[in-house]
Nanobody, 127 residues
Framework: QVQLEESGGGLVQAGESLRLSCAAS????????MGWFRQLPGQEREFLAV????????NYADSVKERFILSRDNTKNIVYLQLNALRPEDTAVYFC????????????????????WGHGTQVTVSS
């Protein structure tokens, strides 16, 4: 069993940056693939990015690949999501996800791919 704990959310102004962290506890192999989704108000959860433990399989949603950067520190079982050039439309709850499986391309976009979810961290971007 894996528990995911997100941190780093907050209130920022448009154009600023934030770095989200997600610490995983439990068997490392249960969190082979880790990444992030977000949920905008009134909308379904949206895939952002994932990476495999090996460092391969880095996969971004087209909507954020120019501004967000995913990284992973396997020594600490942490994934980071650097959010740059934030916009008011990035306001959402950001969720960390993990699964023991690998995924590629659009298979990673499905919420059902992920066995573990964090509770989420709020990011609010003011104009």
């Amino acid at each position: 069993q894996v528990q995911l704990e997100e941190s780093g959310g907050g209130l920022v102004q448009a154009g600023e940056s934030l770095r989200l962290s997600c610490a995983a506890s439990g068997p490392p192999y249960e969190a082979y693939t880790m990444g992030w989704f977000r949920q905008l108000p009134g909308q379904e959860r949206e895939f952002l990015a994932v990476v495999w433990m090996s460092g391969d399989g880095l996969n971004y949603a087209d909507s954020v690949k120019e501004r967000f950067i995913l990284s992973r520190d396997n020594t600490k079982n942490i994934v980071y999501l650097q959010l740059n050039a934030l916009r008011p439309e990035d306001t959402a709850v950001y969720f960390c996800v993990a699964t023991p499986h690998v995924c590629s391309e659009h298979a990673c976009y499905a919420t059902t791919m992920y066995k573990y979810w964090g509770h989420g961290t709020q990011v609010t971007v003011s104009s």
